[in-house]
Protein backbone atom coordinates (compact mmCIF):
# COMPACT_ATOMS: atom_id res chain seq x y z
CA UNK A 1 0.00 0.00 0.00
CA UNK A 2 1.15 3.60 -1.34
CA UNK A 3 1.51 5.99 1.45
CA UNK A 4 -0.54 8.58 1.30
CA UNK A 5 1.07 11.72 -0.49
CA UNK A 6 0.01 14.61 2.45
CA UNK A 7 2.02 17.88 0.49
CA UNK A 8 -0.97 18.98 -1.48
CA UNK A 9 -3.19 19.12 1.33
CA UNK A 10 -0.36 21.14 3.59
CA UNK A 11 0.19 23.17 0.65
CA UNK A 12 -3.37 24.19 0.12
CA UNK A 13 -3.54 24.54 4.37
CA UNK A 14 -0.76 26.84 4.10
CA UNK A 15 -2.31 28.89 0.92
CA UNK A 16 -5.39 29.37 3.41
CA UNK A 17 -3.70 30.49 5.97
CA UNK A 18 -1.28 33.14 4.42
CA UNK A 19 -3.20 34.46 1.45
CA UNK A 20 -5.67 36.48 3.65
CA UNK A 21 -2.43 38.29 5.43
CA UNK A 22 -1.19 39.38 2.29
CA UNK A 23 -4.52 41.89 1.50
CA UNK A 24 -5.50 44.79 2.64
CA UNK A 25 -8.13 46.51 1.58
CA UNK A 26 -8.95 50.18 2.23
CA UNK A 27 -11.90 50.89 5.11
CA UNK A 28 -14.34 52.12 2.70
CA UNK A 29 -17.26 51.61 5.25
CA UNK A 30 -15.40 54.43 7.42
CA UNK A 31 -17.41 57.39 7.91
CA UNK A 32 -16.02 60.86 6.47
CA UNK A 33 -19.08 63.46 7.12
CA UNK A 34 -22.97 63.61 7.51
CA UNK A 35 -25.50 66.34 8.05
CA UNK A 36 -29.36 65.88 7.80
CA UNK A 37 -31.99 68.60 8.14
CA UNK A 38 -35.14 68.68 10.60
CA UNK A 39 -33.25 65.71 12.75
CA UNK A 40 -33.69 67.25 16.05
CA UNK A 41 -37.19 65.70 15.55
CA UNK A 42 -38.27 62.46 16.41
CA UNK A 43 -39.55 60.73 13.00
CA UNK A 44 -42.40 62.70 10.64
CA UNK A 45 -44.32 59.54 10.43
CA UNK A 46 -44.05 56.13 10.23
CA UNK A 47 -45.17 56.10 6.75
CA UNK A 48 -41.76 57.92 5.89
CA UNK A 49 -39.90 55.78 8.14
CA UNK A 50 -41.09 53.03 6.09
CA UNK A 51 -40.99 54.77 2.84
CA UNK A 52 -36.93 55.09 3.55
CA UNK A 53 -36.63 51.59 4.44
CA UNK A 54 -38.24 50.36 1.44
CA UNK A 55 -35.70 53.14 -0.32
CA UNK A 56 -32.59 51.88 1.00
CA UNK A 57 -33.43 48.11 0.32
CA UNK A 58 -33.85 49.06 -3.23
CA UNK A 59 -30.66 50.95 -3.33
CA UNK A 60 -28.90 48.10 -1.93
CA UNK A 61 -30.03 45.82 -4.54
CA UNK A 62 -29.45 48.23 -7.49
CA UNK A 63 -25.76 48.18 -5.73
CA UNK A 64 -25.53 45.04 -6.97
CA UNK A 65 -25.73 46.20 -10.64
CA UNK A 66 -24.44 49.33 -10.89
CA UNK A 67 -22.03 52.06 -8.68
CA UNK A 68 -24.76 54.98 -9.39
CA UNK A 69 -28.23 54.75 -9.23
CA UNK A 70 -31.04 57.65 -8.80
CA UNK A 71 -35.15 57.21 -7.42
CA UNK A 72 -37.84 58.50 -6.69
CA UNK A 73 -40.41 56.65 -4.55
CA UNK A 74 -43.62 57.61 -3.00
CA UNK A 75 -44.78 53.99 -1.99
CA UNK A 76 -46.84 55.57 1.21
CA UNK A 77 -47.68 58.63 -0.56
CA UNK A 78 -44.66 60.30 0.79
CA UNK A 79 -41.92 61.17 -2.39
CA UNK A 80 -38.60 60.69 -1.85
CA UNK A 81 -35.51 61.31 -3.86
CA UNK A 82 -32.53 59.53 -3.66
CA UNK A 83 -28.84 58.52 -5.20
CA UNK A 84 -25.83 56.50 -4.10
CA UNK A 85 -22.19 56.74 -6.03
CA UNK A 86 -19.79 54.40 -5.06
CA UNK A 87 -16.23 55.12 -5.59
CA UNK A 88 -15.39 54.52 -9.62
CA UNK A 89 -12.29 51.62 -8.47
CA UNK A 90 -14.73 49.70 -6.36
CA UNK A 91 -16.22 46.59 -7.55
CA UNK A 92 -20.08 45.77 -7.12
CA UNK A 93 -19.19 43.58 -4.18
CA UNK A 94 -17.50 46.11 -2.64
CA UNK A 95 -20.56 49.15 -3.41
CA UNK A 96 -22.89 46.75 -2.25
CA UNK A 97 -21.38 46.56 1.03
CA UNK A 98 -20.78 50.05 1.55
CA UNK A 99 -24.71 51.40 0.50
CA UNK A 100 -25.55 48.92 3.06
CA UNK A 101 -23.20 50.46 5.36
CA UNK A 102 -24.68 53.65 4.44
CA UNK A 103 -28.36 52.39 5.44
CA UNK A 104 -27.69 51.52 9.03
CA UNK A 105 -25.66 55.17 9.15
CA UNK A 106 -28.22 57.13 7.71
CA UNK A 107 -31.02 55.21 9.83
CA UNK A 108 -28.53 55.90 13.04
CA UNK A 109 -27.14 59.62 12.19
CA UNK A 110 -30.80 60.64 10.61
CA UNK A 111 -33.83 59.42 12.09
CA UNK A 112 -36.42 61.26 10.69
CA UNK A 113 -34.49 63.95 9.01
CA UNK A 114 -36.26 65.54 5.48
CA UNK A 115 -32.53 65.86 4.18
CA UNK A 116 -30.08 64.15 4.75
CA UNK A 117 -25.97 63.17 3.39
CA UNK A 118 -24.17 60.95 4.63
CA UNK A 119 -20.29 60.25 3.11
CA UNK A 120 -18.30 57.19 3.49
CA UNK A 121 -14.83 57.16 1.69
CA UNK A 122 -16.39 54.71 -0.10
CA UNK A 123 -19.67 56.40 -1.48
CA UNK A 124 -22.23 58.46 -1.02
CA UNK A 125 -26.30 58.22 -0.21
CA UNK A 126 -28.15 61.60 -0.48
CA UNK A 127 -31.84 62.02 -0.34
CA UNK A 128 -34.57 64.45 0.02
CA UNK A 129 -38.23 64.73 0.42
CA UNK A 130 -40.06 66.28 -2.26
CA UNK A 131 -40.04 70.30 -1.58
CA UNK A 132 -37.37 70.06 0.87
CA UNK A 133 -34.19 69.86 -1.64
CA UNK A 134 -32.20 73.58 -2.17
CA UNK A 135 -30.03 72.49 -4.28
CA UNK A 136 -26.79 74.25 -3.73
CA UNK A 137 -24.31 75.50 -6.92
CA UNK A 138 -21.46 72.92 -8.01
CA UNK A 139 -18.65 73.49 -6.93
CA UNK A 140 -19.71 74.82 -3.22
CA UNK A 141 -17.72 73.42 -0.73
CA UNK A 142 -19.41 70.99 1.96
CA UNK A 143 -16.84 69.46 3.66
CA UNK A 144 -12.76 69.78 4.24
CA UNK A 145 -9.94 67.77 6.17
CA UNK A 146 -6.31 68.60 6.60
CA UNK A 147 -4.11 65.82 8.25
CA UNK A 148 -1.14 66.83 10.19
CA UNK A 149 1.56 69.17 8.38
CA UNK A 150 5.30 68.09 7.51
CA UNK A 151 7.92 68.09 10.24
CA UNK A 152 9.67 71.25 9.54
CA UNK A 153 6.43 72.85 7.67
CA UNK A 154 6.73 73.81 4.14
CA UNK A 155 4.49 72.93 1.53
CA UNK A 156 4.42 71.99 -2.20
CA UNK A 157 6.57 69.13 -3.19
CA UNK A 158 4.80 66.10 -4.16
CA UNK A 159 1.56 66.92 -2.72
CA UNK A 160 1.34 69.75 -5.29
CA UNK A 161 2.97 67.96 -8.05
CA UNK A 162 0.21 64.99 -7.73
CA UNK A 163 -2.53 67.67 -7.18
CA UNK A 164 -1.59 68.83 -10.55
CA UNK A 165 -2.02 65.79 -12.12
CA UNK A 166 -5.80 65.46 -11.38
CA UNK A 167 -7.16 68.36 -13.07
CA UNK A 168 -6.46 67.27 -16.57
CA UNK A 169 -6.20 63.47 -15.43
CA UNK A 170 -10.31 64.31 -14.67
CA UNK A 171 -11.04 65.28 -18.16
CA UNK A 172 -8.85 62.88 -19.70
CA UNK A 173 -10.40 59.78 -18.19
CA UNK A 174 -13.85 60.49 -19.80
CA UNK A 175 -15.55 58.22 -17.09
CA UNK A 176 -15.35 61.19 -14.15
CA UNK A 177 -13.39 59.67 -11.98
CA UNK A 178 -9.09 59.75 -11.69
CA UNK A 179 -6.53 57.79 -9.41
CA UNK A 180 -2.72 58.99 -9.94
CA UNK A 181 0.46 58.73 -7.74
CA UNK A 182 3.33 60.25 -7.31
CA UNK A 183 6.78 59.89 -5.47
CA UNK A 184 4.72 58.30 -2.59
CA UNK A 185 1.55 60.82 -2.82
CA UNK A 186 -1.66 59.11 -3.61
CA UNK A 187 -4.42 61.06 -5.03
CA UNK A 188 -8.38 60.01 -5.86
CA UNK A 189 -11.00 62.45 -7.74
CA UNK A 190 -14.40 61.54 -8.36
CA UNK A 191 -17.70 64.03 -10.08
CA UNK A 192 -20.59 63.48 -8.53
CA UNK A 193 -23.36 60.99 -10.98
CA UNK A 194 -25.32 64.52 -11.84
CA UNK A 195 -21.58 65.38 -13.67
CA UNK A 196 -19.98 62.27 -15.28
CA UNK A 197 -21.77 63.21 -18.36
CA UNK A 198 -20.35 66.67 -18.26
CA UNK A 199 -17.13 66.84 -18.93
CA UNK A 200 -15.81 70.40 -18.71
CA UNK A 201 -18.20 70.86 -15.74
CA UNK A 202 -16.81 68.36 -14.07
CA UNK A 203 -13.02 69.35 -14.95
CA UNK A 204 -14.02 72.79 -13.20
CA UNK A 205 -15.74 71.39 -10.08
CA UNK A 206 -12.41 69.18 -9.40
CA UNK A 207 -10.44 72.63 -10.13
CA UNK A 208 -12.18 74.18 -7.57
CA UNK A 209 -11.47 71.29 -5.04
CA UNK A 210 -7.50 71.11 -5.74
CA UNK A 211 -7.43 74.82 -5.25
CA UNK A 212 -9.00 74.50 -2.35
CA UNK A 213 -6.55 71.78 -1.40
CA UNK A 214 -3.61 74.15 -2.45
CA UNK A 215 -4.37 77.10 -0.34
CA UNK A 216 -5.78 75.41 2.68
CA UNK A 217 -3.80 71.73 3.21
CA UNK A 218 -0.39 73.60 1.62
CA UNK A 219 1.97 71.09 3.48
CA UNK A 220 -0.36 68.51 5.19
CA UNK A 221 0.55 64.79 4.55
CA UNK A 222 -3.16 64.20 3.88
CA UNK A 223 -6.11 66.24 2.91
CA UNK A 224 -9.57 65.61 1.47
CA UNK A 225 -11.72 68.75 -0.13
CA UNK A 226 -15.93 67.63 -1.01
CA UNK A 227 -17.67 70.25 -2.99
CA UNK A 228 -21.27 69.68 -4.05
CA UNK A 229 -20.85 67.59 -7.23
CA UNK A 230 -17.11 66.06 -6.50
CA UNK A 231 -14.24 65.62 -4.25
CA UNK A 232 -10.60 65.73 -4.37
CA UNK A 233 -8.14 63.52 -1.51
CA UNK A 234 -4.68 62.75 -1.17
CA UNK A 235 -2.41 60.80 1.38
CA UNK A 236 1.53 60.28 1.94
CA UNK A 237 2.34 56.99 1.85
CA UNK A 238 5.55 57.02 1.89
CA UNK A 239 6.49 58.20 5.32
CA UNK A 240 6.76 55.02 7.09
CA UNK A 241 7.74 56.84 10.64
CA UNK A 242 5.50 59.11 10.47
CA UNK A 243 2.50 58.88 13.17
CA UNK A 244 -0.02 59.82 10.56
CA UNK A 245 0.83 57.16 8.27
CA UNK A 246 0.49 54.42 10.40
CA UNK A 247 -2.41 52.75 8.10
CA UNK A 248 0.15 52.78 5.76
CA UNK A 249 3.31 51.62 7.77
CA UNK A 250 0.62 49.03 8.89
CA UNK A 251 -0.49 48.02 5.08
CA UNK A 252 3.24 47.39 4.75
CA UNK A 253 4.09 45.62 7.33
CA UNK A 254 1.27 43.02 6.61
CA UNK A 255 2.28 42.63 3.13
CA UNK A 256 5.85 42.03 4.30
CA UNK A 257 4.47 39.64 7.28
CA UNK A 258 2.34 37.69 4.43
CA UNK A 259 5.56 37.34 2.32
CA UNK A 260 8.15 36.49 5.01
CA UNK A 261 5.30 33.74 6.10
CA UNK A 262 4.85 33.11 2.54
CA UNK A 263 8.59 32.11 2.66
CA UNK A 264 8.70 30.14 5.18
CA UNK A 265 5.34 28.27 3.89
CA UNK A 266 7.51 27.09 0.98
CA UNK A 267 10.33 26.00 2.52
CA UNK A 268 8.48 23.74 4.33
CA UNK A 269 6.39 22.65 2.02
CA UNK A 270 10.17 21.48 0.05
CA UNK A 271 11.37 19.72 3.41
CA UNK A 272 7.52 17.64 3.87
CA UNK A 273 7.87 16.96 -0.17
CA UNK A 274 11.81 15.68 0.11
CA UNK A 275 10.89 13.88 2.77
CA UNK A 276 8.22 12.30 1.06
CA UNK A 277 9.78 11.37 -2.11
CA UNK A 278 12.51 10.24 0.36
CA UNK A 279 10.12 7.74 1.41
CA UNK A 280 9.21 6.90 -1.59
CA UNK A 281 12.38 6.25 -2.84
CA UNK A 282 13.67 3.74 -0.06
CA UNK A 283 10.25 1.85 -0.72
Known sequence: MEPINKSPHIFYLLLILII??????PDHNALVYHYCTNNNQPPTSTSMSETLSSLFEALIKQSTNSTFHRQTTAQTGIPISAEYQCRGDMSLMGCKSCVTQLGILSNRLCAGAKTARVQLKGCYVRYETDGEEEKEEYGELVHKECG???VGGGGGGYEAA???EVEEGILRSGIGYFEGRNEGVRVVAQCEGALLG???????????????LRQDCRGSLDGSVYLDGCYVTYYTYHLLGDEKNGSSGKSVAIVLGGAATLGLGFIFILLIFRQTCGKKDDD
Open 162 to 164: ALW
Open 20 to 25: PNCHSE
Open 198 to 212: LGCDCAECVSRAVEV
Open 148 to 150: ERK
